[in-house]
């Protein structure tokens, strides 16, 4: 199954502004941010911590609505999801 992922800032200086992903059928969030890993150089140390736990920094959204990376890190994702990766934001 194909998913899109969305990333900004940093994260979209890592991973490329848009980019589709191909996934096994009943893949989860988590498998997801483990593909992103494992074919982009520079993903992994950006968005994980050393213990391979998802940095408290990292904000995601699946299909525009905000997930909680504590709990849903396995949700399982569909054909034609949407997955958007944020930095820290700040502003003034």
Do not use: Q, W
């Not at 200086?13 to 996934?23: A, D, H, S, T």
């Not at 950006?46 to 525009?64: K, Q, T």
């Amino acid at each position: 199954m194909k998913i899109k992922v969305l990333a900004f800032a940093a994260f979209g200086g890592i991973l490329g502004r848009e980019r589709e992903v191909e996934l096994e059928e009943e893949a989860s969030v988590k498998d997801l941010l483990d593909e992103l890993a494992s074919i982009v150089p520079g993903f992994r140390e950006a968005a994980f911590e050393p213990s391979g736990i998802l940095r408290d920094y990292v904000l995601l959204m699946v299909n525009r609505k905000r997930i909680d990376p504590e709990r849903d890190l396995s949700r399982i994702l569909v054909e034609g999801d949407e997955l958007a990766i944020f930095p820290p934001l700040a502003g003034g």
